[in-house]
């Protein structure tokens, strides 16, 4: 926690959303080892799978290859994750990145992170674009380096589109500002939520087509 978010946890305590004690963070340790850990699993299909990797079934429909989700998008994690985003409660990124962090430990050295950027009317909205803060958060939890090589060229609004329109909207939205540093490299996306997904196998398309040599993803929450 950083020295002036301490500051206001001391002077403006938060109201744990689960059980509405003071804490110094929007969930207390209590509450958040609650949370319901989602299994290893096939994002495409839920199939269970070692190590949050895509099923053999699925490979052949994504351009990612595991995709690594702390929690479904219900309950307490919804809540948490709405604050953070919606209700500028940026500390709640923090406490997001931290559940997020241990689900990497068996990534290899030499990974890197990159935020999936939000569009920028909306980042401008907060004052900051959440998966930039997770992905910083991230990184100084596991010593992988974060880099931004991804632009988003579009205001596309994903929230309440249906699947199909998603993945329309979503077509052409990102642009690799730096191939030479995405070729080779094992990278992870890191973003909020996943809904259909639209979002993360574009960017992740657009990697691979920078030569990326794997893409794989992470995500705080997952809906459905």
Same mark, same amino acid.
Request: aromatic letters at 6%.
């Given at each position: ?8 946890? +001391?002077?403006?305590? =938060? ?7 003071? *804490? ?7 509450? *958040? !080892? ?31 290859? =595991? ?31 931290? #559940? ?6 068996? !990534?290899?050295?030499? *990974?890197?992170? #990159?935020? #999936?950027? *939000?569009?920028? %009317? ?10 930039? !803060?997770?992905?910083?958060? +991230? ?17 596309? =609004?994903? #929230? ?8 329309? =909207? ?17 990278? +992870? ?23 990326? %040599? ?11």
């Amino acid at each position: 926690m950083r020295l002036i978010e301490r500051f206001i946890s +001391i002077y403006a305590p =938060h109201i744990c959303l689960g059980c509405e004690h003071e *804490t110094d963070a929007l969930l207390c340790p209590s509450c *958040t !080892v609650a949370l319901p850990n989602v299994a290893s699993r096939c994002y495409k299909c839920h199939a269970a799978t070692r190590d949050f990797a895509v099923c053999e079934t699925c490979k052949p429909s994504t351009p990612l290859r =595991h995709v690594y989700v702390a929690y479904s998008y219900s309950g307490l994690a919804k809540e948490l994750l709405h604050r953070a985003k919606y209700e500028r409660a940026k500390s709640g990124l923090a406490e997001m990145a931290s #559940v997020m962090a241990p689900l990497l430990q068996h !990534v290899a050295v030499g *990974t890197v992170l #990159v935020p #999936v950027p *939000t569009a920028t %009317k909306r980042a401008r909205q907060r004052g900051y674009d959440q998966a930039e !803060v997770l992905a910083g958060h +991230i990184a100084r939890q596991t010593n992988f380096r974060r880099m931004n090589l991804l632009a988003r060229l579009g205001q596309a =609004h994903q #929230v309440g589109s249906n699947r199909t329109a998603r993945f329309e =909207h979503i077509k052409g939205v990102f642009r690799v500002t730096r191939p030479a540093s995405a070729k080779g490299r094992t990278i +992870i996306l890191v973003d909020d939520v996943l809904t259909t997904g639209a979002t993360l196998e574009e960017a992740a398309a657009m990697l691979k087509k920078a030569h990326a %040599k794997r893409v794989d993803a992470i995500v705080f929450a997952q809906a459905g």
